[in-house]
């Protein structure tokens, strides 16, 4: 099992598909799942956004009536081409000046592992349904526009989580995107400064007036870019900022909002500017009790493995938001993931062992009535 899930995960993270070019992965999984048996169906996302490719919704028909679904994304972050994997002491690196793409390719390396596992063996099991998200690196983008009429399990695990396995994540929080248009007046920054309204400094009084980073022990807030200006000898008279907000409390979330606008306000009529802000809420947080009978199957599970099992909170997103927010019970598996997102990136190959056991255990002991 170990050179197999091994050999999986590095075959997968050198096919590149970075968030909106996924096609060449997606087909190669398309084939394997009907390898195994699978039906396996496409949706329509890519006639909703510019992808070159749809997510997957496969089925693996079980005993019972009892059905759940395993979840991975097939995109990566920048850089993620050319990718070349290499193990030392134990984990998996890659060898260039790009990311290694075990987020969240280890996640559909024990996907596919464990099924693999199972159907060879000729295992009992739970009906499975899997899917597998385009960009969502993006913005949750692929589970966003996911057709839902085409899923049934009501319970389901997000593989895409970094830490140590073992972990799960039962609380996340919902995010909230705030964007302002500053609009002052252009002027000669040389011959007649005092004409213009300088829509950068305007929006910079405005940021350095408000709370940021951890707001409070449920908050976080970050303004992340700004642009504006053409050259330096003309006043700018336009800038546009973005910014987020997180919380676990829609209250606190709504509140730190509101003060981020007020600031944005307030420069704005302070120095006789204009301006329009606008936010959307991206996604949807989640609290499951640890005491929940499906969180417990999944302790259960990880423990008979010997593996300690242990939920947390984590204050990322992922698809687990927006399939909570669609009324279907899902937590985010931790799968190993260290520094995720950057060229230091690795995974331990104990973690996609021990992962896979896992998910085998939960899709081979059946739920108890």
Excluded: W
């Excluded at 420069?267 to 006789?272: A, F, G, L, R």
């Amino acid at each position: 099992m170990k050179e197999d899930i091994v050999g999986k995960f590095k075959r997968y993270v050198q096919i590149n598909s970075e968030s909106g070019n996924e096609k060449e992965f997606a087909n190669l999984l398309i084939n394997e799942l009907k390898n195994l048996g699978l039906s396996v169906v496409q949706d329509q996302f890519k006639k909703l956004h510019h992808s070159n490719t749809s997510n997957i919704i496969a089925t693996l028909e079980g005993s019972g009536e009892d059905s759940i679904f395993l979840c991975a994304h097939m995109d990566t972050v920048k850089p993620g081409i050319n990718i070349e994997p290499y193990e030392k002491e134990g984990n998996i690196y890659s060898k260039g000046d790009t990311i290694l793409g075990a987020d969240d390719k280890a996640g559909v390396a024990v996907i596919m592992s464990t099924l693999e596992k199972i159907i060879e063996e000729k295992t009992p099991h739970r009906r499975v349904e899997v899917i597998f998200t385009v960009h969502e690196e993006g913005s949750l983008y692929g589970s966003k526009a996911l057709d839902y009429d085409l899923i049934q399990s009501k319970e389901g695990l997000v593989l895409d989580s970094s830490g140590e396995v073992g972990g799960i994540v039962t609380k996340a929080p919902s995010k909230e995107k705030i964007s302002a248009e500053v609009i002052g007046k252009s002027s000669h920054a040389g011959i007649a400064p005092e004409k213009g309204i300088n829509a950068i400094a305007v929006a910079s009084e405005a940021i350095s007036k408000m709370r940021l980073s951890n707001v409070d022990r449920e908050t976080t807030a970050n303004i992340g870019t700004m642009n504006g200006g053409d050259a330096t000898n003309v006043v700018p008279d336009n800038v546009n900022v973005t910014g987020e907000v997180r919380s676990f409390k829609d209250k606190n979330r709504g509140k730190q909002i509101d003060h981020m606008k007020e600031c944005i306000d307030n420069s704005i009529n302070k120095h006789k500017a204009e301006g329009k802000i606008t936010t959307e809420l991206l996604y949807k947080g989640y609290d499951i009790s640890e005491k929940d009978n499906f969180v417990q199957e999944i302790i259960k599970s990880g423990e008979e493995a010997g593996i300690e099992m242990f939920t947390r909170d984590s204050k990322g997103g992922s698809d687990a938001n927006v399939f909570n927010g669609h009324g279907i019970k899902t937590v985010n598996l931790v799968i190993g993931t260290q520094n995720a997102h950057t060229m230091d990136e690795y995974i331990a190959i104990d973690s996609l062992i021990n992962c896979s056991k896992i998910i085998y255990n939960l899709l081979t002991i059946q739920k108890e009535s």
